[in-house]
């Protein structure tokens, strides 16, 4: 067992790095655009990867295993270790057994990282998006697009330098008085943040442009100006973000279903979080089975070279069946007491047969 255990325990490690570069790839356009687009500092980016990959852990642990005893194993199995082992006396409950115990400890490590680890992640990091994009309100703005909430606007640019919060082409639409609602075009704008309240108080500047203005009346009234300034105000404060559920943790998630007078679509959500959280970490386990039933069964030539492409196959198979449980539980298709344990029992059965082949 202290053999197994020494093989597989760098290489769940090695697994955790390479699934972390992965998922932050999926992530590198997004990350990017602040530094580029938004003129976001590196090392607020950096933070942003930092607390991203926090919140994967979860996903990430029974992804690291599979691909962990599927190396291992098969390995072993390539180079006739099985059948060394299996000659010195040892049974398939003597191989199974370190990648069984691996997988407890994950599985419990999973969970204490789903449930509390996870959460604290993922709420710095939409603290950190929300508190820098109200900062720089031009990230809000996107060329070509209408952008609504801009400070209770809609407003639309045909194109926008965010770094120096220049607009081309402006085209502004103001419904607050909504018995005279305004219209602004404007060949040219500047946004001007208030720099002892910035994301919440700024002037927009416009330059060579017509206020158009209809009244209950129906009379239009239209107005050029050379110059034109709106004064922009946000009472947004750093905290009014609410959690969303990835970001509960179990207290804060029990306390919340504990409330009989939740929304039924919020609880359903919640429920649905709980059991999805719950159900990843008990995947750790069959993951591992399954990991130990192909990786003494698979073809020799092939045990070395296919383990990453088996292990990603598998998990984008899993991946697809959580995807479409979890929105069935959040559509109210299925209990997400149900929906959220169909992947895992799919992968038991899946499980229960790889190590039928390999005890045989």
């Known amino acids: 067992m202290r053999y197994l255990l020494g093989e597989m325990i760098p290489t769940f490690f090695l697994g955790v790095v390479v699934f972390v570069f992965i998922l932050l790839t999926f992530q590198a356009l997004r990350l990017t655009e602040f530094v580029l687009v938004h003129g976001i500092k590196v090392s607020v980016v950096a933070q942003m990867m930092a607390y991203l990959s926090t919140s994967f852990l979860p996903v990430l642990f029974p992804m690291s295993l599979l691909f962990t005893i599927l190396m291992t194993y098969g390995r072993l199995s390539a180079d006739s270790e099985i059948i060394a082992l299996k000659a010195a006396g040892l049974g398939m409950v003597h191989i199974i057994a370190p990648a069984f115990v691996l997988s407890l400890l994950i599985a419990l490590l999973s969970a204490q990282t789903a449930f509390h680890i ?51 082409q402006v085209f502004i639409y103001d419904e607050s008085d909504s018995k005279s609602p305004l219209t602004v075009i404007a060949r040219e704008g500047r946004l001007v943040l208030n720099p002892d309240n910035p994301g919440h108080e700024a002037q927009l500047q416009l330059s060579d442009g017509d ?19 709106i004064n922009l105000q946000n009472p947004v404060t750093e905290a009014f973000r609410d959690k969303s559920p990835p970001s509960f943790s179990l207290e804060e998630l029990q306390a919340q279903l504990r409330d009989t007078a939740i929304d039924p679509i919020l609880r359903r959500r919640l429920v649905t979080e709980f059991h999805k959280r719950l159900a990843i970490s008990s995947a750790c386990i069959l993951f591992a089975l399954i990991g130990v039933g192909l990786g003494t069964t698979t073809n020799r030539r092939a045990a070395k070279s296919g ?23 959040k559509q109210g298709k299925l209990p997400p007491g149900l929906a959220m344990w169909i992947p895992n029992v799919l992968f038991m059965i899946a499980s229960v047969f790889s190590l039928r082949r390999a005890w045989s």
Do not use: C
């Open 118 to 168: 996870a959460p604290w992640g993922n709420r710095q990091f939409e603290l950190l998006v929300t508190k820098h994009g109200s900062m720089k309100p031009g990230v809000a703005l996107k060329e070509g697009t209408f952008s609504e909430g801009f400070f209770d606007l809609v407003v639309y640019a045909n194109r926008i330098d965010s770094k120096r919060g220049l607009l081309e």
């Open 307 to 329: 383990g990453m492409v088996l292990s990603v196959g598998l998990i984008v198979t899993y991946w697809i069946l959580y995807v479409t449980a979890e929105n069935m539980a």
């Open 211 to 229: 206020i158009h203005r209809t009244s209950d009346a129906g009379r239009h009234t239209k107005i050029h100006f050379a110059t034109y300034t």
